[in-house]
């Protein structure tokens, strides 16, 4: 089982940014495939952005251009940089893994998740 720990939540207004980190442990994170996922009151979870293993990406369309995930497989950690943030951003934001994952949607391990509000 992989431990997942987000970071860097919080409340900002329209248009601007944040960056979400996710600390992993208890696997060689270098094999993980690494996905983040939201869930707005009301709503279900969704698919936000994916890295696998080896760095091929993938983004919802509702984030393309305005989110990029990136891997530090030194630091064993994955980032969310979020830019030009709406309202519809709202959520609780979940860092998920995957040892040698090839599915951008099915993930086994999963994080306590991390606040984000986007104030109009």
């Known amino acids: 089982q992989v431990q997942l720990v987000e970071s860097g939540g919080g409340l900002v207004q329209a248009g601007g940014s944040l960056r979400l980190s996710c600390a992993a442990s208890?696997?060689?994170?270098?094999?993980?495939?690494m996905g983040w996922f939201r869930q707005a009151p009301g709503k279900e979870r969704e698919f936000v952005a994916a890295?696998?293993?080896?760095?091929?990406?993938n983004y919802a369309d509702s984030v393309k251009g305005r989110f990029t995930i990136s891997r530090d497989n030194a630091k064993n950690t994955v980032n969310l940089q979020m830019n030009s943030l709406k309202p519809e951003d709202t959520a609780v934001y979940y860092c998920a893994a995957e040892p040698y994952g090839n599915s951008w949607f099915r993930f086994g391990s999963w994080g306590q998740g991390t606040q984000v509000t986007v104030s109009s």
């Open positions: 890295i696998t293993w080896n760095s091929n990406t």
């Open positions: 208890g696997r060689t994170f270098s094999s993980l495939t």
